[in-house]
């Protein structure tokens, strides 16, 4: 399975953010961690992006999140059935 024209279309775009912040730096004053976070920042896009291919893949697994992830913080250990 492959991701579809709108998710290539994310990606690119992300590589587009990421190359037009690497342009700033030196250019502009900024903090000592912006390149970091901000990597860290598309990562996490990029990673959303990979879940929505993962879930198409198999959505037993990737696809059972409750529809509010905050949710979850209390309740305890989440188990996964591995057969």
Not at 25 to 54: K, N, T, Y
Request: one cysteine or more; aromatic letters at 4%.
């Amino acid at each position: 399975m492959k991701t579809t024209a709108r998710e290539r279309k994310v990606v690119v775009r992300l590589a587009a953010a990421w190359n037009a912040f690497l342009e700033l730096q030196g250019a502009e004053p900024g903090h000592p961690d912006d390149l970091a976070e901000f990597r860290l920042g598309i990562h996490l896009c990029q990673m959303v992006v990979s879940h929505r291919l993962a879930a198409r893949t198999d959505p037993e697994t990737w696809s059972s999140a409750p529809a509010d992830p905050l949710s979850q913080i209390d309740a305890g250990p989440i188990t996964v059935d591995p057969s």
